[in-house]
């Protein structure tokens, strides 16, 4: 591990999960969006599922990490693209539906949850390039909101251990929940890092 920062409540590791993730305190909620082995594919890989057709592909994403300790480190979890992995049937699955999306691109992404409640949809743009922060696949926001809300209302403290650009740690800055973030590549780290502090930033001049 290189780096650790803390903003506010937010703890961000610069680093790999498989060996951050065990040190740190049980959380309440894991919630990620883990890569899911596309960039694998893209370099003649040997996973063979319906996604090879997808086009792009990521240095980062060139395997499918093991899900089953890092959803045990959270009280709940939900895992976006939980649909790529081997995970218990789920009451709650979360579907993003793309309000922008084209014919060749997915309509909607799916989440896996531990949560014990009906099956949800959140209906949102998916950001380009120019409205994103330099991460190729960062999430909305408001998306990562509504997945926090949707969650027990005891919630307070949150891991993400695939967090690339930070958005689940902007999202836990903006309500008020504590946060551990682990990023393995250093550029997306540093992303993370400065949209969180951001995101504290603004609290600080409206408070
Ligand atoms: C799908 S992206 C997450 C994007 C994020 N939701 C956002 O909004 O920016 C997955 C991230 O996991 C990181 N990653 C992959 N394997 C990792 C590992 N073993 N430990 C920590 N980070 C890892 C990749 O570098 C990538 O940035």
């Not at 903003?7 to 999960?17: P, R, S, V």
Request: some cysteine.
């Amino acid at each position: 591990m290189s780096k650790i920062v803390t903003i506010g409540n937010a703890t961000l590791y610069h680093g790999d999960c498989r060996e951050i993730l065990p040190s740190l305190p049980k959380v309440d909620l894991v919630l990620t969006d883990p890569p899911y082995g596309i960039g694998s594919l893209m370099k003649g890989g040997t996973n063979t599922g319906h996604w090879c057709t997808l086009s792009g592909g990521n240095d980062w994403d060139m395997e499918l990490p093991d899900i089953a300790p890092i959803i045990a480190h959270g009280i709940h979890a939900v895992v976006w693209g939980g649909n790529y992995f081997p995970l218990p049937p789920a009451r709650c699955v979360l579907a993003w539906r793309k309000l922008n999306a084209v014919p060749t691109q997915a309509d909607f992404e799916l989440a896996w949850t531990s949560f014990d409640k009906p099956a949800k949809m959140f209906s949102h743009v998916s950001g380009g390039a120019m409205q994103r922060d330099g991460h190729p696949t960062q999430k909305p926001v408001p998306l990562i909101e509504w997945c926090l809300n949707l969650a027990p209302k005891n919630t307070s403290t949150v891991a993400d251990p695939f967090m690339g650009s930070g958005t689940t740690g902007v999202a836990c800055a903006n309500m008020g929940k504590s946060f551990y973030g682990i990023e393995r590549e250093r550029k997306y780290f540093d992303i993370a890092c400065e949209r969180i502090e951001r995101a504290y930033a603004q609290q600080r001049l409206f408070a």
